[in-house]
């Protein structure tokens, strides 16, 4: 069957909202938040939660709360009607918020499928069926369960599978504001029929209505408009008119009759990463620009997966392997209950300077990327363990570790700001990297003795040299390119006086001369930077310092307002 697709209605701006804010057709917490986020708005539970209003079932009580009696008013009847009451309280209890989410949109009894389409959204039934793989055995026993929790006893549950294979293949993560994946949700055709692109021009956010489900705020028109056969639309599904919303903005200058494409996946991932988990969970072999781009992969791609080896090394491919399992381990150790900071840094920092069994990592690498993440915030940890016995100020030692993060986090930003100069889509991503090294370094120079003055604070803040204080207001992106070159250059020249202090004690990071000039990595790894590296030891003040962190932040604000847009918080 022809698939549907949408397209700009008019051309569009780069930081534009491109749809309205669309309630979901079905929604659900997942399991782990069911205690402390609203069932009904997903805002976080204060106070005494409410239960759902009893319809039949008096004993189910608890499996799911509200923030307030209008929440739980408004979503009990579909708690109770479309058998998510019985499976949550089952036992054993909860399957999975996908599993509530299929069955409330199983609750209207024009749910049938028609061919590979419910509610005119995709299935993907066949698809997903046809392997014999974890996600057809998923498929399958999950239809079961649902079938006995809507009283269908077990016989054949067509619609139970067509219904998850819509989740699956529409359903999106639900984020909060802290960047946590808080539930699932499925949208209208509007959101819906947005196709992936490794390299898209939209990305969506989403928005938690107030607990007292007042309406959002003005939409925005929709300037999309779908493209395809003629096929039944799903606002018939409905979804009660509350829940997360979902907004799609531009991140690029869309054309009149520009598809418009989302990333269903990671795109800080390789290739073979990326095509995996499309085919595992849509079915599909990417053939966006990225992906096909001529007869070998993009810059960004090649960075990503790029390694070093020793002359006559004959076994990259096994050897990949094991980096990647070796990084995959040092970080989950690193995450899990009794994780070490101090073992983490030391073998990633090994890994990094040494390679492992002849292979060396680029430091644009994906595992290298991940390192630098998971060492910012390792040291940071380690610093406040380091501290717990002396005052932070007068902790040398948990200083210098403080330090050693803000200058991995900036590491971390500056490599990702590279890779966004040749693949604009990775926007939303190296937003986040900025604004968490302007608080490592804000952090950092609040920790220095003496500390900035308290007056100090960044939204009073003025550079004489850059945009700062418009791009803090995030009016207009007309000017986009610009504003962001003058925001870096100004992050370049602190960067250049301050990264001598930064790095100074840090083996791997001191082998880069400038993290803002990443001009050399396309030879690497022809020579050492060691050799090369200017011998800076000192930040001229930590004045730079905070003046970095302050420029990173609004860099960071202004690149993050691009994609999701709203007003830039500094504090
Ligand atoms: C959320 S739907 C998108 C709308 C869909 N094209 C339709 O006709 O309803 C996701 C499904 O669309 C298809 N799809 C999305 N992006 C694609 C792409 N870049 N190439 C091929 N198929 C894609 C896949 O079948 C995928 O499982």
Redesign the pocket.
Known sequence: MA???MRAREDVEIGRDITPAIPPISFSLHDAFLHSHCSACFSPLSGRPFPPRHHRHLSSSSSVLYCSPLCSAADSPLHFSSAESNLLDSSPPSPSSESSADLRLLRTSSAAASGD?MFG??T?RE?LLAEGDEISDRVRSGAAAMAAARGRGNGAAEEEESAICLVI??GVEVVDEKGRGIGIAVYD?AF??????CSPNACYRFLLPSPDLSPSPPDSDLRIVPS?PT?ENAASAGGGGYGPRIVVRSIRRIKKGEEI?VA?TDLLQPKAARSSELWSK???????KRCSSSSSSSYVDRALEEIATSQGFDNVEATGRRLTDYVDEVITDFLSDDGDPETCCRKLEHLLVSGLSGLRLHPLHHLAINAYTTLSSAYRIHASTSSLTSDHHHCPESFSKTRTSAAYALFLAAAANHLLTFEPSLVACVANYWASAGECLLTLSSSSSPPPPPSRVAQQYRCSKCSFVDALKAVSYADFETVKCKLVDCIGGYTRRSWGYLSKGCDYLERFEDPMDLSWVQKWPASSNRDAKCGFVVAESMDDVWQLGAHCLAYGGFLAAVCYGGAIALE
């Open positions: 698939e549907m697709e389409r959204l995709l993907n698809k293949t529409n055709s819906s029929w947005i196709n992936h692109s395809g096929v494409t269903y849509y079915r599909f072999i990417c053939c966006c």
